[in-house]
């Protein structure tokens, strides 16, 4: 069975970092393209980032780029997202997906097929 769990949110206060992980069982991930995606109370899901399958290809949206950072490591199966110089716009649920891979990477929210639970990412002084 795929399963995608992530790890890593919790409370942070504006300017500080959390990394998130997001870890695959039961496939390997190294023919997947992953993204991670949030939804703030309210809003609508929305792309943040994502990784080509191989790593060398990387897209962020405008929000987040110079402050997150996407990496995988296909040994371990896992996928991270390190965010830095966090803001109370950030707060959401973040959610990882996997797409079997494709040569144009994007983050478009239909093509990921296999997704996890999220994780509670809480910026607030």
């Known amino acids: 069975q795929l399963q995608l769990v992530e790890s890593g949110g919790g409370l942070v206060q504006p300017g500080g970092s959390l990394r998130l992980s997001c870890a695959a069982s039961?496939?390997?991930?190294?023919?997947?393209?992953i993204a991670w995606f949030r939804q703030a109370p309210g809003k609508e899901r929305e792309g943040v980032s994502c990784?080509?399958?191989?790593?060398?290809?990387?897209n962020y949206a405008d929000s987040v780029k110079g402050r997150f950072t996407i990496s995988r490591d296909n040994a371990k199966n896992t996928v991270d997202l390190q965010m830095n110089s966090l803001k109370p716009e950030d707060t959401a649920v973040y959610y990882c997906?996997?797409?079997?891979?494709?040569?144009?990477?994007?983050?478009?929210?239909?093509?990921?097929?296999?997704w996890g639970q999220g994780t509670q990412v809480t910026v607030s002084s």
């Open positions: 039961g496939f390997a991930l190294d023919i997947y393209d």
């Open positions: 990784i080509s399958n191989s790593g060398r290809r990387t």
């Open positions: 997906a996997a797409r079997p891979f494709s040569v144009q990477l994007t983050c478009v929210m239909s093509e990921y097929l296999y």
